[in-house]
């Protein structure tokens, strides 16, 4: 089992930048696939990006390619998101997501608030 916490959200302006990161424990986190997702109000939860566990495979959601970046540091057992180029429709909650061996995502951190303002 897998324990993950999401840090780093708050509120930003339109254009400016923010990195989340999402730390394990509990198991060894180098053998997951790591993903990102969001939740805005009133709106179902959307696939962002998600990372192969030797982070050598990336894939990104067509709204924030180019914008967003998404890495891990297995010796440090974070994910990060860097977000960059942030637009109001940004705005959301992000959670982080552990997919062991290419499995189902069964492993979910509780969220961190994101707020763009225009």
């Known amino acids: 089992q897998v324990q993950l916490v999401e840090s780093g959200g708050g509120l930003v302006q339109a254009g400016g930048s923010l990195r989340l990161s999402c730390a394990g424990s509990?198991?060894?986190?180098?053998?997951?696939?790591m993903g990102w997702f969001r939740q805005a109000p009133g709106k179902e939860r959307e696939f962002v990006a998600d990372?192969?566990?030797?982070?050598?495979?990336?894939s990104y959601a067509d709204s924030v390619k180019g914008r967003f970046t998404i890495s891990r540091d297995n010796a440090k057992n974070t994910v990060y998101l860097q977000m960059n180029s942030l637009k109001p429709e940004d705005t959301a909650v992000y959670y982080c997501a552990a997919s062991f061996t290419d499995g189902p995502y069964d492993h979910w951190g509780q969220g961190t608030q994101v707020t763009v303002s225009s």
């Open positions: 509990g198991d060894t986190f180098s053998r997951y696939k």
């Open positions: 990372i192969s566990w030797s982070g050598g495979r990336t």
